[in-house]
């Protein structure tokens, strides 16, 4: 009872602070409230936000990573490549990216699970690796993309974005695989608990896999619709991009420990992150207060959950 | 106890209430404890015992009450506070810096430091030496790291650092639910010594040892004192009334079950199974309708057994046959598949998921059977699922969606148990299926498992509780060192048998022969993996 109770807050909490973020930026900021400006906000989170739907299930196993970053840059300079030297269709190039998001994914899934290493290691040795093979790969040249299809960019179906339609079907496809199907109840069971969720006949280690191929697919989607959108790859392209990711998850209430978490919360988070950033350019304050608001809300959304936790006076399992 | 003491008591509570949110876990308890006594707390899993002691260890402030200590008030605000007033808790689960070793773990936070902040080795080793002679615990222990001990020499160093801390009183919580019976013995010797210059407050679930150690008792139940008494001869039936409220039949009732099980039926053969340095040779029989009893100490290969049917150890030899079948034991899905089920000893680190609801907890298994990791999820009949289990087994929860861990530790085990019912299995395994659940679900729990049994399931309990282990026991095996060392078959199996068996020529009552080098060999529970948790 205490519980549903508390957990109805935490859920309910997010959406309160966004609806109270809107209802101030409208009045603060003249230029906040219009359907350009909310659309840009879309389109320009649309990436983070599918990542993070897909992140939240790896964050709910117990585990992170840290190197979509990296990733996103290899994969966007893939589309690039692609795009200008192959000439290919806009779905087949997206295929291969997908695909290569897919196994770059399952690579880092596979260190975690078979190779029994910390996610957190595991990613951040990627991080590094694919930032390298970037650098690499862009060898000191800027690569230019001719814009792809303008449905993957900032085109919109009236004043709606198509990206942001494109990022609202992710989330509904991954909130009903989390609730409806084995592979989200599974995730939810590892991240409670491994021992036991091997002990009851879940491959735990393919659900590891699995989770990581899946963020790594999205990834590849995102970069995809950064190149339809930005055009162009440098060697910092998706640099800190993991940052704004996780912290919309936490924000979004998902549990840093594992075990608990919702995509529904997830995409409070992405939007509170993609409004708050938006506020601080409108507002003319200097960008680099992004970073302590983002980092104070992190702080925030942590710190209540662990007190929340210890309210309930439960034993928390560490 | 002289007249002195009586007059002024060690601590003293008077009215101490606690409070968490919409629960009250203690209303109004009073307790005195006396130098060189020993005062048992009972009552039930959720009664108040735990709380009570972490109030005077420290860890939680009562919200009214007045407590004194030594002849002053006593307000600890911290474990660290309470430690320093001489009030030592060791708990269930013993907590210590497991990379460090033992001699560190001793003088953790209260180093001898020298005139330049260094630390003096040396002199902290000499007293530890002398500590260690005091309390009879090896010297050689000394240098260890506190992690490769096993958890009943951790918990004596704990309780030697209490001694070395110069406490007054020692709480233990349960101290002997993950103890051998050597170490056991061991710890009620240490306690023993300790009462020469303390008093103890002990918490605890068995009455037996109740007899053996104790002076007084007092009974917690719903957060209240609802009754104490002076341990003299039998005061087991006073105990169980006191606790439940209710007279009780624990075992009587379950022990008087008709015993017919069918020659033929067998359901699970295991022939010559090994695991190397684990099992060796191990060959069993269990038949529907049946439950056999596994009984062995720590270390004997129990759990072994029961892993290594799972597919989570493999053996290395013997053949398996599972209702008339071959089984080759690969991964868990396979030996859930194949009718298997297995309820873990360990219900925290092995069991529940903590953060998931009563219903998500109790499908669990059964959900794993689906093929198909994208396949739905019939929420409806999850939930017929749920209530149909919540209703047969008296699971107490207010709802299926609320989280396990808001369940007593009993319900939380019949939800368990639950899962893998739900499983429809030919042969369950129960590893210590009652251990530190309190007396009422037991004995539920007790019915269960025998009204299972004759319905025609083949159940293999694995159990401590030897009591517990012959009542509910068709047969009984006992298993040493990994190895079947007896088996026994008939209404009257005698329980000083079986512990023979399992010790070997350990110990027991004197016929030990003189020429086995006990005092060099490691005892049967020592060294042995127990490694899987």
């Known amino acids: 009872m205490v519980n549903a109770r508390l957990e109805r807050i935490r859920r309910l909490a997010i959406w309160v602070l966004l609806a ?90 596979s260190i975690v699970a078979k190779g029994r290493m910390t996610a957190i290691i595991a990613t ?23 814009p792809l299809v303008p449905w993957l960019g900032g085109m919109r179906i009236g004043v709606v974005p198509v990206v942001g339609l494109i990022a609202l079907a992710v989330f509904a496809v991954l909130a009903s695989v989390a609730k409806r199907r084995r592979f989200g109840r599974d995730i939810y069971a590892v991240g409670n608990d491994r021992q036991a969720a091997r002990l009851n006949g879940i491959p735990v280690d393919r659900r590891i896999i699995g989770a990581f191929a899946l963020l790594g697919a999205l990834v590849g989607l995102a970069a995809v619709m950064q190149m339809a959108r930005v055009g162009v790859v440098q060697a910092f392209t998706g640099r800190d991009f993991e940052l704004g990711v996780i912290a919309a998850v936490l924000i979004g209430g998902t549990s840093i420990t594992g075990g608990r978490g919702s ?26 207060w992004n970073g302590v608001a983002l980092g104070a809300f992190v702080l925030i959304a942590v710190g209540s959950d662990v007190l929340l936790e210890r309210r309930s006076g439960q034993e928390v399992p560490a | 106890m002289e007249a002195h003491d009586r007059a002024e008591p060690l601590l003293r509570l008077r009215g ?34 735990s709380t009570l002691m972490k109030v005077l260890a420290g860890v939680h402030q009562p919200d009214a009450g007045e407590l004194t200590f030594a002849g002053a008030p006593y307000a600890p605000h911290s474990p660290a506070d309470a430690n320093e007033r001489g009030i030592v808790m060791v708990h269930q689960e013993p907590t210590f810096l497991p990379h ?5 773990n001793l003088f953790a936070g209260r180093e001898l430091t020298g005139r330049l902040g260094g630390i003096r080795w040396r002199a902290m080793h000499g007293e530890a030496v002398e500590l260690f002679a005091r309390v009879g615990l090896d010297e050689a222990l000394l240098d260890r790291r506190m992690g490769t001990l096993s958890l009943g020499e951790q918990q004596l160093i704990l309780i030697a650092r209490a001694f070395h801390h110069d406490a007054k009183l020692l709480i233990l919580d349960e101290p002997t639910s993950i ?46 004192r609802v009754g104490a008494l002076v341990v003299e001869g039998d005061i087991e039936d006073d105990v169980v009334r006191l606790m439940s409220g209710r007279d009780l039949e624990v075992l009587a009732s379950v022990a008087t079950r008709s015993s017919t099980v069918a020659e033929e039926d067998v359901a699970l053969r295991i022939r010559g199974l090994a695991v190397p340095g684990v099992l060796d040779n191990v060959s069993l029989e269990l038949r529907r309708g049946e439950v056999l009893g596994l009984y062995g100490l720590v270390g004997a290969g129990r759990t072994e057994i029961a892993l290594s049917l799972l597919g989570e150890l493999p053996p290395s030899g013997g053949d398996v046959e599972l209702m008339g079948e071959p089984y080759v034991p690969s991964t868990m899905a396979h030996a859930v598949a194949c009718g298997l089920a297995y309820v873990p000893e360990d219900r925290k680190a092995m069991g529940i998921f903590p953060y998931l609801s009563v219903r998500e907890n109790l499908s669990a298994a059964e959900l794993g059977r689906r093929s198909g990791p994208l396949s739905i999820i019939d929420r ?18 207010a709802s299926m969606d609320d989280r396990i861990t808001t369940l007593s530790g009993g319900s939380q085990q019949k939800v368990i148990l639950a899962r893998w019912l739900a499983t429809d299995p030919k042969v369950l395994i129960l590893d210590e299926p009652t251990r530190g659940i309190d007396v009422t679900t037991k004995a539920e729990i007790h019915r269960l498992i025998a009204g299972l049994a004759e319905e025609g399931l083949a159940v293999l309990l694995i159990s401590s509780e030897l009591p517990e282990l012959l009542a509910l026991s068709d047969r009984v095996v006992v298993l040493r060192e ?28 004197g016929t030990r022969t003189a020429s086995s080098p006990a005092s060099s060999e490691p005892a049967a529970e020592e060294g042995t993996p127990d490694e899987h948790r």
């Open chain 1, 20 to 109: 109270a973020q809107l209802v101030a930026f409208s009045f603060l900021l003249p230029n906040f409230l219009t359907a350009g400006n909310l659309g840009n906000v879309i389109v320009n989170s649309a990436g983070l936000a599918i990542v993070a739907a897909a992140m939240t299930f790896v964050i709910i196993l117990g585990c992170i990573d840290v190197s979509v970053g990296s990733m996103l840059g290899v994969l966007a300079w893939l589309t690039g490549w692609l795009t200008t030297t192959q000439d290919m269709p806009v779905v087949a190039v997206l295929g291969i990216v997908v695909a290569t998001g897919a196994l770059m994914g399952s690579l880092n899934g």
């Open chain 1, 124 to 146: 951040l040795g990627m991080l590094f690796v694919w930032r390298s093979v970037l650098y690499g790969l862009w060898g000191g040249r800027d690569l230019f993309a001719p």
């Open chain 1, 263 to 288: 995509l529904s919360g997830t995409l409070g988070g992405v939007l509170f992150v993609a409004v708050l950033q938006n506020g601080i350019v409108l507002s003319g304050v200097p960008p680099l």
């Open chain 2, 16 to 49: 101490v209430s606690k409070r968490f949110g919409h629960t009250q876990a203690l209303t109004g308890v009073d307790l005195e404890v006396h130098p060189g006594e020993v005062v048992a707390v009972l009552g039930e899993n959720g009664a108040g015992k």
């Open chain 2, 100 to 104: 460090l070793t033992v001699l560190q």
């Open chain 2, 179 to 224: 103890l051998t019976a050597t170490e056991t013995e061991r710890l009620f010797a240490l306690v023993e010594r300790w009462l020469q210059h303390g008093a103890v407050l002990y918490i605890t679930h068995r009455s037996r040892e109740l007899e053996q150690v104790a002076d007084r008792a007092i009974v917690l139940r719903d957060g209240r």
């Open chain 2, 380 to 397: 409806a009949a999850e939930r017929r699922l749920a209530q149909r289990y919540i209703e047969e087994l008296g699971v107490k929860t």
């Open chain 2, 482 to 509: 990994g190895r079947v060392e007896l088996e026994l078959d008939g209404d009257v199996i005698e329980e000083e048998t079986v512990l023979r068996a399992a010790l070997g020529s350990d110990l027991v009552g």
